[in-house]
């Protein structure tokens, strides 16, 4: 008789298991596949930081080459002076992925557009003066790029900065 108790309250305990099991299960799924969805996202945000990176390295080269190419044009009229690059792609980038830093690139985007409204006048002013305009004229990209780079020199390391803080760590650091 002690026997068939055993057998019928192991039977019982293998039963109650099973249904906790099965009713903890779902969430213990749930909680896994939660974990495993926010993994990959962070993923996708430290490619996409990376990939902003890689644009924003792009995008200093491309104002430096045109700023020494307007430099060089004072000399040489035959260099060919570079266009500052498009913030295009750094755009759509934090607009999609680092929507937080997006007042960064609209101030720096501001900011360019009133330069580029000064340019505009002085080279409407210089025109005017004729002749003795024309020194001012081929100045100008010169002029240009170079507060343009003074600009981008800020907007820069800000950008950086954020992007930095805001993308998720790999959890690799040693903390002290």
Do not use: C
């Amino acid at each position: 008789m002690t026997n068939e108790v055993a057998l019928v309250i192991v039977a019982a305990i293998g039963v109650i298991g099973t249904l906790a099991a099965s009713f903890v299960s779902p969430f213990y799924q749930r909680a896994h596949e939660k974990w495993k969805a926010e993994r990959e996202d962070q993923a996708i945000l430290r490619d996409k930081a990376e990939e902003l990176f890689d644009e924003i390295d792009s995008y200093v080269s491309g104002y430096q080459q045109a700023s020494v190419s307007a430099v060089a044009r004072l000399k040489d009229e035959t260099v060919e002076v570079r266009g500052i690059p498009d913030l295009a792609r750094i755009r759509s980038i934090t607009a999609i992925y680092f929507p937080s830093a997006m007042p960064l690139v609209e101030d720096f985007e501001k900011q360019n557009r009133v330069l580029m409204t000064a340019i505009v006048e002085q080279a409407k002013t210089a025109t005017e003066q004729g002749a003795a305009g024309l020194d001012t004229l081929k100045g100008l990209p010169m002029i240009m790029t170079v507060k343009y780079q003074q600009l981008a020199s800020e907007f820069i390391p800000k950008l950086r900065g954020h992007i930095a803080t805001e993308t998720p760590k790999l959890g690799l650091e040693t903390k002290k």
